[in-house]
């Protein structure tokens, strides 16, 4: 049974930093691809970042391209997402999900099959 927990979340003030943690278990990184997604109340699930588990590739959200990134660390079975340069329109909670290899580039929440319970990030001084 495959297994995501978030943790990481929290309050941050404008121009700061955080870095999500996704633990996975159940199943190895290397046949699956982890994405990174958010929601804030009212809008529809983003899909934010998603990394291939196998070799690495990665794959951005416009909003967020050049401040945040993604990477993982198969040993540990763990996927980070370190956020930079953050804004209150960056709160949401965010989530992780896993999806087949070959889907590796996807933002879309429609091909991930797996999901974590989601961690609050709060952007605001």
């Known amino acids: 049974q495959k297994q995501l927990v978030e943790s990481g979340g929290g309050l941050v003030q404008p121009g700061g930093s955080l870095r999500l943690s996704c633990a996975v278990s159940g199943f190895t990184l290397d046949y699956y691809a982890i994405g990174w997604f958010r929601q804030s109340p009212g809008k529809e699930r983003e899909g934010v970042s998603c990394i291939s588990g196998s070799d690495g590739r990665t794959n951005y959200a416009d909003s967020v391209k050049g401040r945040f990134t993604i990477s993982r660390d198969n040993a540990k079975n763990t996927v980070y997402l370190q956020m930079n340069s953050l804004t209150p329109e960056d709160t949401a909670v965010y989530y992780c999900?896993?999806?087949?290899?070959?889907?590796?580039?996807?933002?879309?929440?429609?091909?991930?099959?797996?999901w974590g319970q989601g961690t609050q990030v709060t952007v605001s001084s």
């Open positions: 999900a896993a999806t087949w290899r070959r889907l590796w580039s996807s933002l879309r929440a429609a091909d991930f099959t797996s």
